[in-house]
């Protein structure tokens, strides 16, 4: 099990990264109107690497959303560096998280299992 700083900064960072994606500082057009959430973050225990894992509700820009997310890392991790105060600020790559989009695709199918 992961020690308690690193949780923390776990948490830390997928905080910032979220508001940093919410916010207007990744422009792109392809992040128009798109909902991403950033569902968890795995980070090495020396603080060098951080996975940041997102879900993307709008199945058809899953690719274009990863595309510009892994392209805008240098930028977010300059972000969170200014935001957090770490001696080494992670290097960071996104990965996809699918597990919100299947919870509603089950929910869906035992929905309709339980109108019949």
Do not use: C, W
């Not at 993307?56 to 957090?84: M, Y």
């Amino acid at each position: 099990m992961a020690n308690q700083k690193i949780i923390r900064v776990n948490e830390e960072i997928q905080k910032e990264v979220a508001e940093i994606i919410r916010g207007d500082s990744i422009k792109d057009a392809r992040m128009k109107d798109i909902m991403v959430s950033v569902t968890a973050v795995d980070t090495t225990t020396d603080l060098k690497n951080a996975k940041i894992f997102i879900s993307v509700l709008q199945d058809n820009k899953k690719d274009d959303v990863l595309d510009v997310l892994n392209g805008s890392s240098k930028f977010i991790r300059k972000e969170l560096a200014r935001r957090i105060n770490l001696r080494n600020t992670p290097e960071i790559s996104f990965k996809l998280d699918n597990s919100i989009a299947y919870g509603i695709k089950m929910a869906k199918i035992i929905h309709e299992v339980m109108d019949k």
